[in-house]
């Protein structure tokens, strides 16, 4: 079972930017990415990268959020710049193995005007 501790949300303007970072504990990880969920709305995929370091992207981030991986600290970051007000959700972050998808337990964004 891996665990997955992260950090990095909070307030900011719109325009602004905020890192979120996903430690996760465990090995054999193989893809790792961020899901997030607004209030009222279904949680949806934002960004992934793989094992390999092969990113994908929601079409509402790309050219905006930046995925990273530290394979050997087991870290993913989100890198979010020119955040806008439909940002705003709780983040997820999660780490697939053999076994299934482990789940953070969230972290807030909240984007003000």
């Known amino acids: 079972q891996v665990q997955l501790v992260e950090s990095g949300g909070g307030l900011v303007q719109a325009g602004g930017s905020l890192r979120l970072s996903c430690a996760a504990s465990g090995s054999s990880i193989n893809a790792m990415g961020w899901h997030r969920q607004a209030p009222g709305k279904q949680r949806e995929l934002v960004a992934r990268?793989?094992?390999?370091?092969?990113?994908s992207y929601a079409d509402s981030v790309k050219g905006r959020f930046t995925i990273s991986r530290d394979s050997a600290k087991n870290t993913v970051y989100l890198q979010m710049n020119s955040l806008k007000l439909e940002d705003t959700a709780v983040y997820f972050c999660y780490a697939s193995t053999r076994s299934g998808a482990s789940w953070g337990q969230g972290t807030q964004v909240t984007v003000s005007s």
């Open positions: 990268i793989s094992s390999g370091g092969t990113t």
